[in-house]
Nanobody, 118 residues
Framework: QVQLVESGGGLVQPGGSLRLSCAAS????????MSWYRQAPGKERGLVAA????????NYANSVNGRFTISRDNAKNMVYLQMNSLKPEDTAVYYC???????????WGQGTQVTVSS
C-alpha cells in the first residue's frame, strides 16, 4: 500500500522558517522523482520544487528559488522541503508527490497546511 505522509506544517510569522517532511512507503522510493506542490485557496495546485531520484538534480518555482531547498534521503524514504524567509503568499496546503521515472505514475500525499501570518 503506497503512502505519502506529510508533516511539519503550521503557522509561522513572515520571515520565519519551516521544514516539511514527507515519509514514503509501499514503493521503491529511489526509483521515483519526488516533488512538492502547493495549492492556495482559489488557486490551482502548482509545482514548488522537485528532486531527481539520486538527489543530484533539483528545480524550483521562480517564486521560491533561493528561499526553499528540497532534499531527500533514500535510505530513510524521506523527502524534505526547507522553507526560509517565508512570505504571506507562501500560505497554502503543501503536497508531496512521487512520480515513477519509467511509467510516470503519480502518488500524492494528503497535504499539510502552511500559514504565514503575523
Amino acid at each position: 500500500q503506497v503512502q505519502l505522509v506529510e508533516s511539519g506544517g503550521g503557522l509561522v510569522q513572515p520571515g520565519g522558517s519551516l521544514r516539511l517532511s514527507c515519509a514514503a512507503s509501499g514503493f521503491t522510493f529511489s526509483r521515483y522523482v519526488m516533488s512538492w506542490y502547493r495549492q492556495a485557496p482559489g488557486k490551482e495546485r502548482g509545482l514548488v520544487a522537485a528532486i531527481a531520484t539520486t538527489g543530484g538534480s533539483t528545480n524550483y518555482a521562480n517564486s521560491v528559488n533561493g528561499r526553499f531547498t528540497i532534499s531527500r534521503d533514500n535510505a530513510k524514504n524521506m523527502v524534505y522541503l526547507q522553507m526560509n524567509s517565508l512570505k504571506p503568499e507562501d500560505t497554502a496546503v503543501y503536497y508531496c508527490k512521487a512520480t515513477a521515472v519509467r511509467s510516470l505514475k503519480d502518488y500524492w500525499g494528503q497535504g499539510t497546511q502552511v500559514t504565514v501570518s503575523s
